[in-house]
């Protein structure tokens, strides 16, 4: 079983994989597979709502988000960490999900939790 782990803190070590990492050793405890992937400083841009990916289940914009979904299609749970700036999640990890929920939402729906 497997579990994938979203750190959507610009700082790689941050506080959030802190957090993330507590997460991931007690899921490991109870024999459960847990990788943390960092999304990164790079720019991730919002779904344009062009509906390239109904064909293809991938979106378009061929970034950090089509690597994402393969992850999401090889763990049974999603755990997403964020810092909190200002009232909610980094924009970063919102659009993230947005284009994720839009390009393959089959997939997310059975892996959330």
Request: hydrophobic fraction near 40%.
């Amino acid at each position: 079983m497997k579990v994938m782990m979203i750190n959507g803190s610009p700082n790689e070590k941050g506080c959030t994989y802190t957090a993330l990492l507590q997460c991931k050793k007690g899921l490991e405890e109870m024999g459960v597979d847990a990788n943390i992937v960092h999304i990164g400083r790079e720019p991730v841009y919002s779904c344009s709502a062009c509906f390239g990916c109904e064909e293809t289940g991938r979106c378009v914009h061929d970034d950090i988000c089509n690597n994402m979904l393969a992850l999401a299609e090889q763990s049974v749970g999603i755990i997403v960490g964020s810092p909190v700036y200002f009232a909610g999640p980094t924009g970063a990890i919102c659009s993230l999900l947005e284009r994720m929920f839009f390009a393959n939402s089959d997939v997310l729906k059975a892996a959330m939790f």
